[in-house]
C-alpha cells in the first residue's frame, strides 16, 4: 500500500511570499490531517478534513493560512503571506475514519519550510 | 485545556532497557499512543493502549498506563542504536479525532 504522498520535501521562501504545499492520501481513507511541527516541539494540528468537509480548523490561522480538499481526496495548504515564525515541518497525514474508534493515522514525510 | 507532557533527552547504552515517561491532561481520553520519528522522516505509530487498559505488551515495547495519575510510560527493551529517534507520547483530543502530541524525547542510544 502507498503511504501519504507529499511535495515538495524542501522549501525555502522569503518572508511576505506564498507558498503552498500539496498531500495525497492512502487511497480509500476520508480523513485527512494537516500538522505543523516547529524545531523542537510535537506536531500541532491546523486543520481536519473529512472527505472535503472541514472537521476542525481552529488552530489555522486564517489571515494567512489556507486549506481545501477538492474532490476529497488530494489536499493543498497555502501560506499567504509566509512569517519567519512559519518555519517548520508540515505533516500530512490520513485515516480511514476521524471518528472515537481507533483508527491509525499514517503520516507523510513532511516538507520543510525554511521562511528567511 | 488539553496537554501533554514528556522528559525532552534520554540516553541509554545498547542493551539496556529504555523507559520513556508521558503525562497527560484529558481524562477523557480513550486512546494514548506512542510515535517513532527517525530523522528526516515522518512519524511512525509504534503502539497504543486503550484507556480501560493497564498494560500492554508488543515485543520489545511495553506501555504502562496509570489512568489516576495520568501517567503513560513506553518501556523499550534490550535497546538497540536503531532505536535511537524521537518518541511522542499522544492523546486524542475531546472531540476524539485529532491527536495532541506532547514535544517528544529523544532517545540516544550509544554502542
Known amino acids: 500500500e502507498a503511504g501519504v504522498a507529499q511535495s515538495p520535501r524542501y522549501k525555502i521562501i522569503e518572508k511576505r511570499q506564498s507558498v503552498a504545499f500539496w498531500c495525497n492520501p492512502i487511497?480509500?481513507?476520508?480523513?485527512l490531517y494537516w500538522y505543523q511541527q516547529i524545531l523542537g516541539q510535537g506536531p500541532k494540528l491546523l486543520i481536519q478534513?473529512?472527505?472535503?468537509?472541514?472537521?476542525?480548523d481552529s488552530q489555522l490561522p486564517k489571515d494567512r493560512f489556507s486549506a481545501e480538499r477538492l474532490k476529497g481526496v488530494d489536499s493543498t495548504l497555502k501560506i499567504q503571506p509566509a512569517k519567519l515564525e512559519d518555519s517548520a515541518v508540515y505533516l500530512c497525514?490520513?485515516?480511514?475514519?476521524?471518528?472515537?474508534?481507533?483508527?491509525?493515522?499514517?503520516f507523510g514525510q513532511g516538507t520543510r519550510l525554511t521562511v528567511v | 485545556g488539553e496537554d501533554v507532557e514528556q522528559s525532552l533527552f534520554l540516553s541509554v547504552r545498547e542493551g539496556d532497557s529504555s523507559v520513556i515517561n508521558c503525562t497527560y491532561t484529558?481524562?477523557?481520553?480513550?486512546?494514548l499512543y506512542w510515535y517513532k520519528q527517525e530523522p528526516g522522516a515522518g512519524l511512525q505509530l509504534l503502539t497504543y493502549?486503550?484507556?480501560?487498559?493497564d498494560m500492554k505488551q508488543d515485543q520489545r515495547l511495553t506501555v504502562l498506563l496509570n489512568k489516576k495519575d495520568k501517567h503513560l510510560s513506553l518501556r523499550i527493551a534490550d535497546t538497540q542504536t536503531g532505536d535511537s529517534a524521537i518518541y511522542f507520547c499522544?492523546?486524542?483530543?475531546?472531540?476524539?479525532?485529532?491527536?495532541?502530541f506532547g514535544k517528544g524525547t529523544t532517545l540516544s542510544v550509544s554502542s
Open positions: 497525514a490520513s485515516s480511514h475514519s476521524g471518528g472515537v474508534s481507533n483508527t491509525e493515522a499514517f
Open positions: 487511497s480509500g481513507h476520508a480523513t
Open positions: 478534513f473529512q472527505n472535503n468537509g472541514v472537521v476542525d
Open positions: 484529558d481524562s477523557s481520553s480513550t486512546y
Open positions: 493502549i486503550f484507556s480501560n487498559m
Open positions: 499522544a492523546e486524542r483530543d475531546q472531540a476524539g479525532t485529532a491527536l495532541i
